[in-house]
């Protein structure tokens, strides 16, 4: 079993920054893939980005490239999403997530951080 817990989120004006931090534990993670999802109401939740715990793969959603960036600490088995230049439209519920490289889709979830982003 693997636990993700998120912590990072809050409110902040258009152009701030926040970095949101998932502590994973339960599980050695070498051999996974760590990824931020968000929701914002009404919609659906995407993959903003993603990460492999043992190479430095990253993916981005079009929407954030440039802007978040995606990093992992294996020592402390933490992953990071550092979020510049916010904007409104970045308001949403954020999610921390572990999949197995076998698995097609992500099986493990964190509580969720809300990020406000006010213009």
């Known amino acids: 079993q693997v636990q993700l817990v998120e912590s990072g989120g809050g409110l902040v004006q258009a152009g701030d920054s926040l970095r949101l931090s998932c502590i994973a534990s339960?599980?050695?993670?070498?051999?996974?893939?760590m990824g931020w999802f968000r929701q914002a109401p009404g919609q659906e939740r995407e993959l903003v980005a993603a990460i492999s715990w043992d190479e430095d793969i990253t993916y981005y959603a079009d929407s954030v490239k440039g802007r978040f960036t995606i990093s992992k600490s294996n020592a402390k088995n933490t992953v990071a999403l550092q979020m510049n230049s916010l904007k409104p439209e970045d308001t949403a519920v954020y999610y921390c997530?572990?999949?197995?490289?076998?698995?097609?889709?992500?099986?493990?979830w964190g509580q969720g951080t809300q990020v406000t982003v006010s213009s």
């Open positions: 997530a572990a999949r197995r490289v076998s698995s097609s889709s992500y099986e493990w």
């Open positions: 339960g599980r050695t993670f070498l051999t996974y893939r």
